[in-house]
Nanobody, 130 residues
Framework: QVQLAESGGGSVQTGGSLRLSCAAT????????MGWFRQTPGKEREGVAL????????YYDDSVKGRFTISQDNVKNMVYLEMNALESEDAAMYYC???????????????????????WGKGTLVTIPS
């Protein structure tokens, strides 16, 4: 199983932008579906965005749709999350994980099957000071 590491978090004012990066730390190639998730203290980890490696199919949670963009760079073997128009509700620890068995992304039902994702990094923190 691929082991991942997130980076790029920081403190951004409301309305600002930030790009998060996810990379494999064990030299394995990314495959299947890659997902960005986020979690705040005392709450469940929630899905943010997914991308099907290779095909590039994406899916977004309604809370970030239109503001966040997940992308892949197969040459660099990385996945990114471009966050725009950040809101206070976006503040969280952001995690990257992989679902190697994922071959398609279908929003009906929700594809954010967190339990299927593996290789979680330690997270990168995004704060939105007010």
């Amino acid at each position: 199983q691929v082991q991942l590491a997130e980076s790029g978090g920081g403190s951004v004012q409301t309305g600002g932008s930030l790009r998060l990066s996810c990379a494999a730390t064990d030299g394995r190639y990314l495959s299947g579906c890659m997902g960005w998730f986020r979690q705040t203290p005392g709450k469940e980890r929630e899905g943010v965005a997914l991308i099907l490696i290779g095909a590039g199919t994406t899916y977004y949670d309604d809370s970030v749709k239109g503001r966040f963009t997940i992308s892949q760079d197969n040459v660099k073997n990385m996945v990114y999350l471009e966050m725009n128009a950040l809101e206070s509700e976006d503040a969280a620890m952001y995690y990257c994980a992989a679902n190697s068995q994922c071959t398609t992304i279908n929003g009906n039902p929700s594809p954010f099957e967190t339990y299927r994702y593996r290789g979680w990094g330690k997270g990168t923190l995004v704060t939105i000071p007010s």
